[in-house]
């Protein structure tokens, strides 16, 4: 039995909205096959008022033995670093965040508010936010660069607005099970097997990346999104097109561009007018490059393939 | 088929339309080139807000030359057969807010690769 608690801060439950959708496992089948114990949750939690400050209190004291401690949404520490714009239990959220997460055994960050920030942190970041170990790019966050919890992990992260359900699930039952210790993360914390593919990785726009044949409009089923419409599946690590969402589909399938949503730097550009769903230029070409792709070589290979693509690649053969 | 020679023939006679314009020394906006992400949304804005039947002041406000440029600073050849925009068997510029017939050694200041 691993006991788990999870908690909310700077956050719009998308988390958990997702988390509750898993379905390979789903979130009952933590409980009923995996040995999960669900200490308290914002969505579902039993106890209220004094029962949850005794229950975290407990759990800070270590009469209740935290396995796992589940964090959505940013560390709040407005004003002034104090934190009292997300009180809870009778103290500032972060406070508890921080004793919480030197009590568990595992400190899991979900979503990218979580993680880095994410939305709320985005400048001029009005709530003082950050991730747990992350501030964007930058390491430190709420619990500092160098934190790791009982265990000797650094919070891990999985990132995304929101995070794939079964990603979640799929990385807590590692962890209940004691298998954490197969789990690789990278330079950002996140577990490798999901985020070391990207996004395009099964993308069904592939032949017409490949061929340099761009959607120009949304709504357009043929045509690659990258090219106009601001895509960011080359250069984000995700596996949405691999572990597709509901089982059925992805943003880009389904005539959306990737929005980067498990990188740091999400949302990017700051969110500038004109930036999003629309791919930034410089003299013509795109500022952010597939990744591992020098300018040189892109602009040499897009003449090649744009020459070479056939008419089919130019029409629409996703026929009803 | 048959639609698509229509539209074939549609093509042909506009971009016949537009070659003569060009000949004939339509004084377009080639310059400066639409280098960053404003000068290219100011001119699609000056574009959405021309008369849909306007084709010369599409032309016009688009830069489109039919010869290829080469941009003066990335000495950067711009030719619509690499742009983004181009349907290479359709010889046809694909941006919206444009939407002509081309060919491969035109160009415009919308290029974008």
């Known amino acids: 039995m691993a006991n788990l608690l999870w908690l909310q801060g700077g956050a719009c439950s998308g988390n958990t909205m997702s988390f509750l959708n898993a379905e390979e496992p789903s979130a009952c089948d933590l409980v009923t096959d995996f040995g999960i114990n669900v200490l308290w949750h914002p969505s579902l939690g039993l106890e209220l008022g004094e029962g949850v400050h005794k229950l975290l209190r407990d759990c800070v004291s270590g009469e209740i033995p935290l396995d796992i401690f589940v964090f959505e949404g940013t560390v709040v520490n407005a004003p002034n670093g104090t934190g009292n714009w997300n009180r809870f239990a009778g103290r500032p959220m972060k406070d508890w965040v921080r004793e919480l997460s030197e009590a568990a055994q595992f400190v899991v960050a979900i979503g990218d508010c979580a993680t880095w920030g994410g939305i709320p942190a985005t400048a001029p970041n009005p709530s003082e936010s950050s991730g747990m170990q992350f501030l964007k790019r930058d390491r430190g966050g709420a619990l500092g660069a160098g934190f790791v919890s009982k265990a000797g992990l650094p919070a891990i992260n999985i990132p995304g607005c929101p995070a794939h359900p079964d990603w979640v699930t799929q990385i807590l039952v590692a962890v209940a099970t004691g298998r954490a210790g197969d789990l690789k993360l990278d330079e950002f914390q996140r577990p490798a097997t999901f985020f070391t593919s990207f996004t395009q990785t099964g993308c069904t726009r592939n032949m017409h990346f490949a061929y340099k044949v761009s959607a120009t409009e949304f709504g357009q089923r043929k045509g690659c999104l990258f090219y106009d419409l601001g895509c960011r599946g080359p250069m984000t690590h995700s596996p949405c097109n691999r572990i597709l969402w509901n089982r059925q589909s992805s943003k880009t399938r389904a005539g959306m561009p990737c929005l980067g949503c498990t990188e740091p730097e999400f949302p990017f550009f700051d969110l500038m007018p004109g930036t999003v769903f629309k791919t930034q230029t410089m003299m013509g070409v795109p500022k952010d490059m597939p990744t591992g792709v020098a300018k040189t070589g892109y602009i040499k290979l897009t003449a090649a393939a744009k020459a070479a693509a056939p008419a089919w690649a130019e029409q629409d053969i996703f026929v009803v | ?113």
Not at chain 2, 32 to 46: F, I, K, L, T
Not at chain 2, 70 to 86: F, G, N, S, V
Request: proline share 6%.
């Open chain 2, 1 to 113: 088929m048959a639609e698509d020679s229509q539209a074939s023939g549609a093509d042909e006679s506009r971009r016949e339309t537009i070659r003569k314009l060009l000949d004939a020394g339509l004084d377009v906006e080639a310059f400066p080139r639409c280098d960053s992400h404003e000068q290219v949304q100011a001119v699609v804005r000056r574009l959405q807000g021309l008369d849909a039947n306007d084709l010369p002041g599409r032309l016009v406000v688009a830069g489109v030359t039919n010869f290829t440029v080469e941009h003066p600073e990335a000495e950067l050849a711009q030719p619509c057969e690499t742009c983004m925009y181009y349907l290479v068997h359709r010889n046809y510029c694909e941006l919206p807010e444009l939407d002509i017939p081309v060919e491969p050694d035109w160009s415009c200041r919308l290029w974008r690769i």
